[in-house]
């Protein structure tokens, strides 16, 4: 399995970004697909999730509110859609695939992860 991210970018405090994970590979049927974000000197910390079969959700709460994902499974592809950007949103964004069951598992339970993104936010 594969996954390569793509749509970061510079954007004003307030603006938006779309974010894409094209998945390819054979039998790519995860339970979940998640997103994660890293900011410079600091631990990659989870964005939100989605189950791949349902459409359940689950958002970190600073995102809460401002940041949308969805799946096409047609397609493979997971976006997110961020909305309202913040500052402290600057990071780079990872999406990842997780063959086990739980919304809001941690980052250590993920099986594949695409590059980063990047995603900068000016005041």
């Known amino acids: 399995v594969q996954l390569q991210a793509s749509g970061g970018g510079l954007a004003q405090a307030g603006g938006s970004l779309r974010l894409s994970c094209v998945a390819s590979?054979?039998?790519?049927?995860?339970?979940?697909m998640g997103w994660f974000r890293q900011a410079p000197g600091k631990e990659r910390e989870f964005v939100v999730a989605?189950?791949?079969?349902?459409?359940?959700?689950y958002y970190a709460d600073s995102v809460k509110g401002r940041f949308t994902i969805s799946r096409d499974i047609a397609k493979n592809t997971v976006t997110l859609q961020m909305n309202n950007l913040k500052p402290e949103d600057t990071a780079a964004y990872y999406c990842?695939?997780?063959?086990?069951?739980?919304?809001?598992?941690?980052?250590?339970?993920?099986?594949?992860w695409g590059q980063g993104t990047l995603v900068t936010v000016s005041s």
């Open positions: 989605i189950r791949w079969s349902g459409e359940s959700t």
């Open positions: 990842a695939a997780n063959y086990g069951a739980k919304l809001n598992a941690p980052l250590s339970e993920y099986d594949y």
């Open positions: 590979g054979r039998a790519f049927r995860p339970y979940i």
